[in-house]
């Protein structure tokens, strides 16, 4: 226990949803869209293929669509912290209720599901609730997280731990 009676942290991870393309990149490549569909509309407009034009425009719109959404989407996060009393996990998402699970960590085990047939899944559990993590990591990210978790468990679990819960 900290001096300040809160439970020492000793394992904290954020997980975040991975985006290759930053705002920057965005504005770029947007630019560099509307600048070849304007080109195209031009050609289109000069060999009086009018009827063309506003498709040009409408896939600007499409693709601007499509990136906020995924924008959106990025806003997700797990966040798995481990203290001297619990381990907690806490998934935010946008417009969605936040959720949090609580485990007693000296039950607790790691399961690394990575059998070519199914997707790679980190998965939480003990006495008899789960909960997986780290669904939009990469495979290695899932492993790097799943190895770091079970370092700080067992870490947790050496002498001297916490007495386990008496059931």
């Known amino acids: 226990m900290s001096v300040t009676g809160m439970p020492r942290v000793l394992f904290d ?6 985006r290759s393309l930053g705002r920057g990149g965005f504005r770029l490549l947007m630019g560099a869209v509307i600048l ?3 080109m ?3 050609i289109c407009l000069a060999a009086g293929a009018w009827p063309v034009v506003p498709f040009c425009g409408l896939d600007v719109l499409v693709l601007w669509l499509a990136f906020r959404v995924n924008y959106r989407d ?3 996060y797990e966040r798995v912290r481990l203290t001297e009393r619990d381990l907690t996990v806490q998934r935010v ?10 485990f007693q ?3 607790l085990r790691v399961r690394v599901d990575d059998r070519p047939s199914r997707r790679h899944q980190v998965t939480l559990s003990s006495h008899g609730q789960s909960v997986e993590v780290g669904a939009f990591l990469s495979p290695e990210e899932r492993a790097e997280f799943a190895r770091a978790l ?5 870490a947790w679990r050496a002498p001297p731990c ?5 059931e």
């Open 40 to 42: 195209v509309a031009g």
């Open 162 to 166: 916490p007495p386990a819960p008496a």
């Open 74 to 76: 990025a806003r997700l």
């Open 105 to 107: 960590p000296y039950w």
């Open 93 to 102: 998402a946008w417009k969605a209720p936040e959720r949090h699970w609580t």
């Open 13 to 18: 991870a954020i997980l975040h949803p991975h």
């Open 150 to 154: 079970n370092d700080a468990l067992r």
């Open 36 to 38: 070849i569909n304007l």
